[in-house]
């Protein structure tokens, strides 16, 4: 019989052994690490080069999911999710020809136009969002601007006074909107005003060609400068490139202060539309949009938007562990379907997640300076 002595580890030796090897082989930094330690310390800011925002979504994937949930906690009560409702108030008919939208008026999707809600529906539905735990409701109209819509948008006027009565924060998206019209929503109560660039400002024109990406961060300019919240962020799945996931980030990151509130959507293709046989967007794309976003704009509201519906709880739970803190619910968002009531409740207390109250900022009061409409063509539509 041989008998083989047993080798005790020279810890002196393997030591001197890892002095020898580069650093960088056993304690490499992801700039996932480098910008979240900076965001950390550092705060905010709007100086992002896009090559540096491109190397945080590249990171490896859950060092990226890791330093998303570093910058989370520190800059957002990390258990505090926000439960948003929308509704669309005026459906189809949109003049319009963005590719994955089933209420333009050019695509056969089987979607009837119909004319504004009445205030009784409206204020019905909000009531009922809050009862079951929704602490903003957005309101939705398919139109491209509101231009020459006066009666129509005196009555959303009242809506929005009406809803913040109820103690509940308020959002419209009502296409384009002049600096007036901006004025006359603040004056009313309006918490948040949603315009998405929807992609990157190179990919922009393969998706939409009736209104410009200009146009888009005019508006966004015209909410910003009557003191609203600006809500915006965009779409994946639309057949972009990573780099032009990145390009929206960068846009949205380097506006002049980042919006209230970031909607990460995945496309919910629908038949009729030019953009019906996209391939679905998967969990990891969703984590990766969400990390980089909660990196490069800590303070904002990462809202986990459309296309919710394809992923299960635990795929939920990656995204809200990424910097996701809103989600929308509700039977439908706008015409495509989306998560109940029931279901999110269920899994807000299987997560041990807490409803985010509403929050109130009155800090920009320009409703002084706000003089009446100009007198504007009337339309029903």
């Not at 906690?73 to 505090?80: D, G």
């Amino acid at each position: 019989m041989i008998l083989i002595k047993s080798i005790r580890p020279n810890r002196r030796a393997f030591s001197s052994m890892l002095d020898l090897q580069p650093r960088s082989l056993y304690f490499s930094s992801s700039a996932a690490a480098v910008e979240a330690e900076r965001t950390i310390r550092e705060g905010p800011r709007t100086d992002w080069k896009r090559e540096d925002i491109k190397s945080v979504y590249d990171s490896p994937l859950l060092d990226l999911l890791f330093h998303g949930a570093q910058v989370h906690r520190h800059a957002q009560n990390f258990r505090e999710v926000q439960q948003c409702t929308l509704l669309s108030i005026k459906t189809g008919g949109c003049s319009e020809d963005c590719s994955y939208c089933p209420q333009s008026s050019r695509y056969n999707t089987g979607l009837k136009a119909q004319k504004l809600m009445n205030k009784d529906a409206v204020l019905e539905a909000a009531q009922k969002a809050k009862e079951a735990g929704s602490t903003r409701f957005c309101m939705g109209a398919a139109w491209r601007d509101t231009i020459g819509r006066k009666t129509n948008f005196i009555q959303i006027l009242e809506y929005v006074k009406e809803i913040r009565g109820m103690g509940m924060e308020v959002c419209c998206t009502l296409g384009m909107i002049e600096k007036q019209q901006a004025l006359e929503l603040k004056k009313a109560g309006l918490t948040a005003y949603n315009h998405n660039l929807d992609t990157s400002r190179e990919y922009y024109p393969n998706v939409i060609t009736t209104r410009t990406y200009d146009e888009r961060l005019e508006t966004i300019n015209h909410v910003r400068e009557a003191g609203i919240n600006v809500c915006s962020g965009g779409i994946i799945g639309l057949g972009e490139a990573e780099e032009d996931r990145v390009g929206l980030l960068h846009t949205l990151a380097t506006l002049p202060s980042h919006p209230e509130s970031v909607p990460i959507n995945a496309l919910v293709a629908v038949k009729g539309t030019p953009l019906e046989d996209q391939k679905p967007v998967e969990i990891w794309e969703m984590i990766r949009m969400i990390a980089t976003a909660r990196i490069t704009m800590p303070k904002a509201m990462v809202r986990l938007s459309a296309g919710r519906v394809k992923f299960t709880v635990p795929e939920q739970a990656l995204c809200f562990l990424a910097g996701a803190n809103s989600i929308f619910t509700g039977e439908k968002l706008l015409t495509t379907p989306n998560n109940d009531f029931d279901a999110d409740q269920s899994m807000f207390k299987l997560l041990g997640l807490i409803p985010k109250a509403p929050s109130f900022s009155d800090d920009v009061d320009v409703s002084e300076d706000v003089q009446p409409l100009k007198e504007a063509v009337s339309s029903s539509g």
